[in-house]
């Protein structure tokens, strides 16, 4: 992956691929114990995992030194005893859901095999080993460099998913070899030592979406892709229109309304939580927000923040961390808007800063506003009252409050409070210089002829 990050942590849909892997098998499996093995990375894996809550709490077992996929799994003796089973995944396999892994472990409990395997049908096999089976039976995998040319078009190859019996599992793992390219032992090497013994060994084939695990950021967007697709089938299923889903991108613990349409070029991440019958996009970007039902989003980000019902966003506003719009209100064209609380049916509707603010309901909010909050050392708060109009390019330099009902004058720097039903004025008074343009052009004839041009001449704004 080239990255400082382990692998496992990648983000898949919002999510990291172990995440997904765990909540994969504590749906799938119910499991009595969790037993995540470590390595390089170790910290990091083992804080992010406990950050994730995972019931029941896994154990961590360290492998050492890396010898390959079956001591990993050799590693975990100790802690798998008193188990009947052993579901073993890997944790750089995100695509694999909890209903996959209860179809692998019907199949392992009904054929009483001693191990089962999951299997997958992916477009490139290459560099993979071929399943050869019998219905439920596997029959062999056969590594790509010993395939015959008809074995090579087989599709169906193995993944890093099994079940095994505790008891036939340890029992085999000490008759792995390192004779490989790797000098490491491989996990499906267990595999033809149970079927020596006579055991049965079940292939349990399931739909990925053509796709497996990944090793590359390449591989990794393919995961993505199919991941992305699955998400946004899920929400179809349950009522919601995208319009084009190739290029529409959903996180996984996202959740959306039925009745609402999602445009071209929405992105809706983290954890956001959307009504029924909302509009979003195209061009949207939606980051750990709610949006209300009937609200509409375009062209537009919202990061933190709360959106409520038939509230109007955009197109080009910013929706900043701890802004809450409530019912009806709106953000319109060029609108900025940081940690602001804007009321019930107040609109902010263009090319305006509102930040550190509290405005009450049914204010209006004129184009060029500015809550001027930071002085250089600290934030300070601007309250605009219910009613209250706001006349273009004001500037609030905060603290200040504007009553109930109250109005500013276009143009004004408002540094005082202002009552509530009044009106503050604070501009120079207007001058007008007559003959103003007659005398510029004048002094101009009289430049480009190399003509001296007194101060009087260039009807300056100093002259009435």
């Not at 360290?62 to 802690?79: F, I, K």
């Not at 993979?128 to 019998?134: D, E, L, Q, S």
């Not at 184009?367 to 601007?382: L, P, Q």
Request: one cysteine or more; hydrophobic letters at 40%.
């Amino acid at each position: 992956m080239r990255s400082a990050t382990p692998k496992v942590l990648h983000p898949v849909c919002g999510r990291p691929s172990l995440w997904h892997v765990l909540r994969a098998a504590t749906r799938g499996a119910r499991p009595s114990n969790v037993i995540v093995v470590v390595g390089e990375g170790r910290r990091q894996v083992e804080e992010a995992v406990r950050s994730w809550r995972v019931r029941p709490e896994p154990t961590f077992v360290d492998q050492g030194t890396p010898l390959g996929t079956g001591h990993a799994v050799a590693a975990t003796e100790e802690a798998t005893q008193g188990a009947d089973d052993v579901l073993i995944l890997s944790g750089d396999d995100p695509l694999i859901g909890g209903e996959h892994v209860r179809q692998l472990l019907t199949v392992h409990r009904r054929t009483k095999a001693a191990a089962a395997i999951l299997t997958t049908v992916v477009d490139d096999p290459r560099g993979y080993g071929r399943v050869i089976r019998v219905g439920d039976e596997l029959i062999e995998i056969v590594e790509e460099s010993e395939a015959t040319p008809a074995i090579r078009k087989i599709r169906e190859i193995s993944t890093l998913v099994y079940a095994f019996r505790r008891e036939e599992l340890i029992g085999a793992l000490p008759l792995v070899g390192r004779d490989n390219v790797q000098h490491e032992y491989y996990l499906p090497d267990v595999l033809p030592i149970l079927k020596d013994k006579g055991e049965m060994v079940a292939a349990v084939a399931v739909d990925l979406g053509g796709s497996l695990g990944f090793n590359t950021r390449g591989s990794m967007a393919a995961v993505s892709s199919v991941m992305r697709a699955r998400i946004l089938e899920g929400h179809m299923r349950g009522g919601v229109a995208v319009v084009d889903p190739q290029t529409t991108y959903v996180d996984v613990d996202v959740r959306i309304g039925p009745d609402t349409i999602l445009y071209p070029l929405t992105f809706l991440e983290g954890a956001t939580r959307v009504g029924a019958g909302c509009r979003l996009g195209p061009s949207a970007r939606i980051v750990d927000t709610t949006v209300g039902e009937g609200a509409e989003v375009t062209f537009s980000v919202a990061v933190g923040s709360r959106i409520g019902p038939r509230a109007s966003v955009g197109p080009f506003a910013s929706l900043r961390p701890g802004t809450v719009l409530r019912e009806g209100a709106k953000a319109g064209t060029f609108v900025e808007l940081k940690a602001a609380r804007i009321g019930r049916n107040s609109k902010v509707p263009h090319l305006s800063y509102v930040g550190d603010a509290v405005v009450g309901e049914g204010a209006n909010i004129g184009a060029g506003t500015i809550t001027v909050n930071y002085d250089g050392y600290d934030k300070h708060r601007t309250t605009i009252g219910d009613g209250a109009f706001i006349g273009s390019d004001t500037m609030l330099v905060a603290p200040v409050r504007v009553g109930k009902q109250a109005n500013t004058a276009a143009g004004s720097v408002i540094t005082r409070d202002v009552p509530a039903g009044a009106l503050a004025v604070e501009r120079s008074e207007q001058r007008i210089v007559r003959g103003y343009r007659e005398r510029k052009r004048a002094a101009r004839r009289k430049q480009q002829r190399g003509e001296a041009v007194q101060p009087e001449e260039k009807g300056g704004a100093d002259r009435g």
